[in-house]
């Protein structure tokens, strides 16, 4: 396209792998991924914790393995950087001298370039859709045990179809044992969002969504709105509480017999 | 060389200046009148034998603002709308109430709420919340008409664990968030005024029509370690608003307040 | 003062007209329309499901604001003279121009592009100035994990205002400056292909920016920038200064996008083919082509909330039939293209001065358009990732994984550009240059994190967490407002005539990118602990990385200062800037400093593409 300048010019010229500022890259290339993948899964790692579910343990992995995937790629671009930085710099009011070469393409550089993202694309494609299909999966288990979760303007509460008509403003679970949620809000859009299992769906108003996961930690976990829905959204939090299968039947025959559930979506109860 | 130190350093200050200025004026459109501390009122012992100190709180829920004094003269800037106000302790009206819907209570105490309830009432959206739950027993103290004048119930007192869901006038709900600690969560229903006795109330924009046989209900519960909570009401009661939760519901000060939990 | 103003003795209605006649006129119309609709419209039905009354006084108000503003400004006197069959006269068209009117003409309905890209500048500034107090109030609130410093309704309503203030500065930040005052110079053009509209597009926001004022009196925007139903229909009346707000903006940013399109398609210098047009024209007309298709969507879902509000109708209400992912759909139609909408044009901006301050052709300028156009292309295709966990569409899911993650393909072509023109360059160490770094990092960090938000089961724990906060700051504040702001100091001097201050904006630059690495990093950390975005609370866990935040948040404010005090005193101050003081190629610097009237006394040929640096020899 240049009008002026000589097409032949290149990178890839004679033994061009030679050159100093090649290898320069590659050393600070090799040096900057390994640092950006190792520190950036560890902040990652470190910050989203013990996870409660195996759901949550497969986003961990995700998010690690895409950081690792793309750290090559942020230290190529990192090295060209700072490789750059390190040649020749120039200050004060009057541009510096031409540079020695005017090289405005490389077919070779760019092919490879887009070959290497698009590879990347479909790593990142083939990965998300393979974990994808594992939770659309989770929907469809027929030993789990079915909640209905409500949110309303800024309290959830759960029914336990199938028992005695038990409601909940905590959430209990029996460790190991799926759970599908069937979720629906009363005014305005909620998101259900339990934290360390790595589940969320919206609560929205006339709709039932779905989410499902199994929960494979004893504990008490934290279930938060993730969706803006007013005056008080900021306290429209609570607790899950994870506990043994004995633990769980005791406590849902301790709750009072109101006999009956306010709704039942279809599909809810066998 | 110095004018444009001196002249950057102003203007950082004159920034800074700026938005100490605007924060402090939007802390202040908040317009919320303070907090209110519980009253110490002797001890309270569990089914279980523990004795825990206890205090106390008299709430009124009015069916407009025109009552209860802190939204100001002639019920402020929203004078229709239903609201929470600082009660006296045999359910009068304070017409100068200083102090709205924030509380204070200390930790591992217990708390003995009584909420005269003045507004009608009709069906919840959620029958989850006719049901009392969170507090000593499962269960709260009910009087179904309360005669203010006489400072006596005018109708036997009830424990009750649940109302029907067609006859909610507000609810009192406590949460908060989910913090590592204990979870307080209260929640109970008030049964409505019978309709016209409100009627009445709304009518008269004087004392003197208000209606004088409020509902009355008591309930207590234990606090556990030191937190900030938040209570609203959940019976539905923003008129004209998408699911009735608009205006009263999303203002601070009218249905809902902020419940803290400190020594 | 002006030549037929003598003339006639008494001055012409058309040189009355400024903003503050704008101002009255609007005000009056306002304060009229709101008496009478107080007056005559009827009382709610007390068992109405909607009480609409109200709203539609308000919005009666804020549409006769409109007009009135409109008019007071003079935008009507040339649609009223067309109809009368008459046109200006030359002696008025040079007078709307600006001519020989000094400091007044800022003030007025000028078509001058120059002019307008001045306003432009300064209402961007304003924007940001507020949007960066609002930013300073919510980061204030996080400091400490107890709510309640204001209230809660205002929390949520500061957050909606920073939001979409700043989506607005962002949009207008380069394509309205720059695209106006620097794009037609660049591309050998004497003004605009509509002058009147470009006044117009200027001035509507101007209108705009009133009712968003407003609303914070009649209880604020407390639904967040997105403005989901139907929770904006069960917010306070502050949603009708939002609506009228988005509806008047997405009118200024369609003629304002017709009117950059039409003028880089008709108005190019001779001989510059589109080969030989520079990069940054490629990143305003894909910018503004993208706000073609996007704005009208916007401001249809807003029309249908306001009909919604004011009009009882149900498009969004659930419980009277309508449906609230009707309007999410709408509004991400509108709202992906609209973050390349903001993004292009600054990588766009970086990639054109990349040569300049590398003394080397641009690398790869085929790929840099193939990747602009790639990601304008894909950008509408992408916009139901906001919505993976709506469970509108479960089945979609990964059709538009697909979609997002091959704009991935051609962000990367804009990286391979910006490195591979940095690569064997010669670096001038200037503002501008540090930014292209500053951006490589940014980007790179808002990028991949985009990839981790596209994949639909990592996104089930992200989604609505303060993690994609913090990914969209990186990708719009730490790439394209950098970009922004290196296109200032870059054509600085050819807008007003004289140098930044060097050293000024070299400190306000690095304390902008410490504190903003420093603030948002926290602000990934509590989004990957669970913190959900728009809290004015949150539990104690995330106490350390909002205080974090909140440190970096006045990091930047410090150095936005210290910008605005560069930007200020070297305006008023500084040096006086040689024609052409980069030694740049493209056409903007051959004109002189001030840029006459009329750029181009004999309109320039152009031979060649303006990258020509470097020494020819291999």
Known sequence: ?270 | MERKVFGALGTVIIGIAVIAGIGTYVAAAKNDPGITQATPAGSFTAEDGKSYPQVKLNLNVYPNSGFGGHHGAGGGAHPDWVSYALGGPNGEILADAKSGTNFQVPPHTAVTITVYQYDSGETLNNDFFAYVRGTVGGTAKFVKSYDTKAKANASPETVITNIPADMVGHTFTLHGMSDGKDQLFVSVPLMMSIDEEVGAAEEGATESGYVQNPTKTTFTFITGDEGEYVWNCEFPCGDGTIARFGNAMSAMGYMSGHFIVKA | MTTFATKNEKKALIERLNVFTAFALGTIAAIVVWRLSLAFLPADSESAPLFTREDKITLLSMIAWFIGFMTGIGALIAPFRWVQGKDLTHEENMFYAGKDLGIKRYFRYTTDHKVVGIQYLVITMVIFGIGGILAMLIRTNLGTPEGGWIHPQAYNSIVGTHGIIMIVGTIIMVTGPFGNYIMPIMIGARDMAFPRLNALSFWLIVAAAIPLIWAQFIGGISTGWSAYNPLAGQAPLGMNGYIMFICIFAISTMVAGANITTTVVRMRARGMTWNRTPIFIYGVVASVALALPAFPVFFLSQVMSGMDRALGTSFYNTALGGSGWLYENLFWIMGHPEVYVILIPAVAALMEMAPVFTRRPLFSFNVAVMGIAGISGLSVLVWAHHMYMSGWAPLLSAPFMLTTELISIPTGMLFLVLVGTLWRGRLWMTVPTLSIFALLWNFMIGGITGIYLSDVPADAFLHGSMFVTAHFHYTLMGAGLTGAIAALIYWFPKMTGKMINKRLSWIAFWLTQIGFNVAFMGMFFVGLQGQPRRVEAYAEIFNKGNLITTIGAYTIMIGMLILLYAVIDSWRSGVNAPMNPWQAKTLEWTVANPVPLENFEVLPIVTSDAYGYGKAKS
């Open chain 1, 1 to 270: 396209m240049s009008d002026l300048r000589s097409p032949e010019q290149d990178y890839f010229k004679g033994k061009w792998w030679k050159r100093k500022d090649v290898k320069q890259v590659i050393v600070l290339w090799i040096v900057f991924t390994a640092m950006i993948g190792y520190f950036s899964s560890k902040f990652q790692v470190i910050a989203m914790g013990n996870p409660a579910s195996e759901t949550m343990e497969n986003v961990i992995n995700l998010i690690t393995l895409f950081t690792w995937a793309s750290s090559p790629v942020a230290g190529f671009v990192a090295a060209l950087a700072i490789q750059a930085l390190s040649q020749r710099r120039h200050h004060g009011d009057n541009p510096p001298p031409e540079a020695e070469h005017s090289i405005s393409d490389s077919p070779r550089a760019t092919a490879t370039w887009l070959v290497i993202s698009a590879l990347l694309c479909l790593f990142a494609l083939i990965v998300g859709l393979i974990a994808l299909q594992k939770d659309d999966q989770a929907l469809l288990d027929r030993n789990a045990i079915h909640v209905n979760v409500t949110g309303q303007q800024w309290a959830w509460n759960y029914d336990y179809p199938g028992s005695t008509g038990v409601r909940s403003n905590v959430l209990h679970l029996p460790v190991d044992q799926p759970v599908v949620f069937h979720v629906t809000s009363k005014d305005v859009k909620h998101s259900f969002w339990v934290v360390q299992m790595g589940v969320k769906i919206d609560a929205n108003p006339g709709y039932v969504t779905q989410t499902a996961v199994t929960p494979n930690k004893i504990g008490t976990f934290d279930i938060r709105c993730a969706e803006l829905c007013g005056l008080l959204h900021a306290y429209m939090q609570n607790k899950v509480i994870v506990e043994s299968k004995a633990d769980y039947e005791k406590w849902l025959a301790s709750q009072p017999d109101t006999g009956h559930t306010t709704w039942t979506p279809e599909g809810a109860i066998e």
